[in-house]
């Protein structure tokens, strides 16, 4: 997974540069190929929804609802105008679909799915996938699927904290390791610690 949305995050980053926003990103717009000289990369299709910015008049109205309901961010279902942010909720809810095997709201027609998206949290990815999540992915993907857009990383903050995630550096995963330590530092013996102490003083110094 880490490869596949490294790159979409790479190409929305670049889109997002020049004002281009793609407003539709969901998995059947998410293509994996491999060519001879480029090896396997994402290819983003369908920027037929996408906000491109002009100095004439707007031709996108406030009021109009477009995108897929199932990956629409909660601007988009009130049917504001969506920006960059909007392309981040979307790219959460498809991080959670392929981390969990289903998105987050996934039933009852477009009115509920839309709704969820703007008023109900999604439910924790650990409950859904059917195994235990790291911690630092679930914060990544809560992140990204915040109601507010201004609460929501940029596309490039969310490929550094997925990056990080993914590595287990990010600082959910390391405060986890750090208090695992320390839980199982107290619960040593006194002769136990001491026998302890001189490894990780040999560690520190190489």
């Known amino acids: ?38 090896g396997e990369h994402v290819k983003l299709l369908d920027f037929g929804l996408a906000h491109v910015p002009t100095e004439g008049p707007k031709l996108t109205q406030t009021g ?20 960059a942010p ?4 979307s790219v959460g809810v498809v991080l959670y679909e392929a981390i969990c095997g289903r998105a987050p709201f996934d039933g009852g027609g477009a009115p509920i799915l839309m709704s969820q998206h703007m008023f109900v949290d ?8 059917g195994g235990p999540v ?19 990383p940029t596309v490039a903050e969310l490929r550094v904290m997925l990056t990080a995630a993914f590595r287990g550096t990010d600082p959910v995963t390391l405060a986890e390791q750090a208090t695992e330590e320390r839980r199982r530092d107290a619960a040593l013996t006194r002769s136990e610690r001491a026998l302890i102490s001189p490894r990780k003083t040999t560690a520190a110094q190489s």
């Open 122 to 129: 999604p439910p924790p990815m650990s409950e859904i996938a």
């Open 86 to 89: 909007s392309d981040v909720y």
């Open 134 to 152: 790291p911690a630092g992915l679930e914060e990544v993907v809560r992140q990204a699927l915040r109601k507010a857009p201004a609460d929501r």
């Open 1 to 38: 997974l880490a490869p596949v949305f490294d790159q979409l995050l790479s190409v929305l980053e670049a889109a997002h540069a020049t004002g281009i926003v793609h407003r539709d990103v969901k998995p059947s717009n998410v293509v994996l190929l491999d060519s001879a000289d480029r």
């Open 64 to 83: 109009v609802v477009q995108g897929t309901p199932a990956y629409m961010s909660p601007e988009q279902c009130k049917g504001e105008l969506a920006l």
